[in-house]
């Protein structure tokens, strides 16, 4: 049996599971979340919740990945021979939520070339529709759009060459170009939204903490349900990753 491969430095692997947790869950969604469950007061369930669920739930992936040193299907099938079925539909629902993301990098990736030249002109949702979403109506199904589906192609190419090469040539170094940068881009993109007319509005409308909502129990469930979001517990990611960890990690 050939030796498994192993994270050169826990940089790399701190880098990776950063990678995993700050994405569209945290970037995307949670400041949608926050505004509609009571603004800066939703932070008290949602610390919570971490407390609570989350950190116990990582070191538990953490745990189990170090230890076994082995992927998520081959751990329960050496549980049980038929909990290998419940792996592999782990298995399968990840890669139907990464169809769903490569979309939406596609989506990105038009935006950027289109940013060059701005081509959406003054009406966004003319562009988007004809040049990027396509029509959210059953009368637009089946079109690609050809920018789109050019894009889709290269981010799938692009996964196929990272995930090909081992644990720490492909992911171990992509996330120590694209985590600082992401860091770098939200950090401007902040800071310039901080210099927009209006800003404070905006601000006061997303932090403005809403006290009497901590009193509905949907609050403190959607603070739970952000917490999978946020951490990508679930998914074995964190399982992954660990297995990766050399014997003499602390």
């Not at 950190?55 to 170090?66: A, K, S, W």
């Not at 950090?187 to 006290?211: E, F, N, Q």
Request: charged fraction near 10%; hydrophobic fraction near 55%; aromatic fraction near 16%.
């Amino acid at each position: 049996m050939s030796e498994k491969l192993e994270w050169d430095s826990s940089l790399s692997f701190i880098l990776a599971m950063i990678g995993a947790a700050v994405g569209l869950g945290n970037i995307w969604r949670f400041s949608y979340v926050l505004y509609s469950n009571g603004g800066g007061s939703f932070f008290i369930p949602y610390f919570t919740a971490i407390a609570i669920m989350g950190i116990p739930f990582l070191i538990l992936e953490y745990g189990v990945g170090f230890s076994f040193k082995e992927s998520f299907s081959k751990i329960l099938k050496d549980i049980n021979e038929r909990f290998e079925y419940i792996a592999w539909a782990l298995v399968l629902f990840v890669f139907i939520v990464t169809i769903y993301y490569m979309v939406i990098l596609s989506w990105d990736m038009v935006y950027l070339l289109s940013s060059f030249t701005f081509r959406w002109g003054a009406d966004t949702a003319a562009y988007f529709s004809s040049t990027v979403g396509g029509s959210s109506d059953l009368a637009g199904a089946g079109f690609l759009l050809i920018p789109t589906t050019v894009c889709v192609i290269l981010m799938w190419i692009v996964l196929w060459y990272i995930s090909h090469k081992d644990v720490d040539e492909g992911i171990g170094k992509v996330s120590k170009i694209l985590i600082p940068s992401l860091f770098v881009i939200m950090g401007i993109i902040v800071v310039y939204a901080l210099t927009l007319p209006g800003h404070m509005i905006g601000v006061d409308a997303l932090l403005r903490p809403r006290w009497s909502m901590l009193l509905d129990i949907n609050i403190w469930l959607a603070a739970f349900a952000q917490i999978i979001f946020s951490l990508s517990m679930g998914q074995a990611i964190a399982l992954t990753y660990a297995s990766y960890l050399p014997k003499a990690s602390k």
